[in-house]
T-cell receptor, first 117, second 114 residues
Framework: NAGVMQNPRHLVRRRGQEARLRCSPM?????VYWYRQLPEEGLKFMVY????????ESGMPKERFSAEFPKEGPSILRIQQVVRGDSAAYFC???????????????FGSGTQLSVL | GQNIDQPTEMTATEGAIVQINCTYQ??????LFWYQQHAGEAPTFLSY????GLEEKGRFSSFLSRSKGYSYLLLKELQMKDSASYLC???????????????FGGGTRVLVKP
């Protein structure tokens, strides 16, 4: 059973370009969460999605950032017109249920390291 | 709002014990998680507490006091491979809206020396 798959592992973009980060959740998981991590810092929540729905985007910047989780295919985090401050590791996590089990946890992918030149 | 505090860095000797404290102030509470993260890798689940008390799992134990908004992760018989960041995270009580969304502290970097 493959874990959470993220690609690319590393992404280099020049200022003003678009970055597309992909996340395939674990098999059977229909809930996806995106987090951003700056060097030497913790994980900051960005957005929570279920299939075809954004449930909570309270941590996502209002401009340039968008996320989707279509019925078919991976979840996509899109950053338009990237700036140097967008350089960070972006982690995706998935879970199978919405808190039906008390100890339900998030499973994380290995992340995409975005570098903006 | 959510506020989760943990020390930035700790150093310990191989074979020793280290305790990583975490204090939290959150608008809701439905469980506290500890994750381990090696540099450049995915965070991996270590432990979960929702009721007060100690949960032991091999060399790792985690404690929770909900009334004090306090948890600690105890690492015993430290090994070199335990050098990593340890992340404390709280799950919001409002499960229907928040799902399994976790709010993380800044992480504690533990360096194990020979």
């Amino acid at each position: 059973n493959a874990g959470v798959m993220q690609n690319p592992r590393h992404l280099v973009r020049r200022r003003g370009q678009e970055a597309r980060l992909r996340c395939s959740p674990m098999k059977g998981h229909s809930h996806v969460y995106w987090y951003r991590q700056l060097p030497e810092e913790g994980l900051k929540f960005m957005v929570y999605l279920q299939k075809e729905n954004i449930i909570d985007e309270s941590g996502m910047p209002k401009e340039r950032f968008s996320a989707e989780f279509p019925k078919e295919g991976p979840s996509i985090l899109r950053i338009q017109q990237v700036v140097r401050g967008d350089s960070a590791a972006y982690f995706c996590a998935s879970s199978p249920t919405v808190g039906r089990k008390a100890n339900e946890k998030l499973f994380f992918g290995s992340g995409t390291q975005l570098s903006v030149l | 709002g959510q506020n989760i505090d943990q020390p930035t860095e700790m150093t310990a000797t191989e074979g020793a014990i280290v305790q990583i404290n975490c204090t939290y102030q959150t608008s809701g509470f439905n469980g506290l998680f500890w994750y381990q993260q090696h540099a450049g890798e995915a965070p991996t689940f270590l432990s979960y507490n929702v009721l007060d008390g100690l949960e032991e799992k091999g060399r790792f134990s985690s404690f929770l006091s909900r009334s004090k908004g306090y948890s600690y992760l105890l690492l015993k018989e430290l090994q070199m491979k335990d050098s990593a960041s340890y992340l404390c995270a709280v799950r919001d009580r409002r499960i229907k809206a928040a799902g399994n969304k976790l709010t993380f502290g800044g992480g504690t970097r533990v360096l194990v020396k020979p």
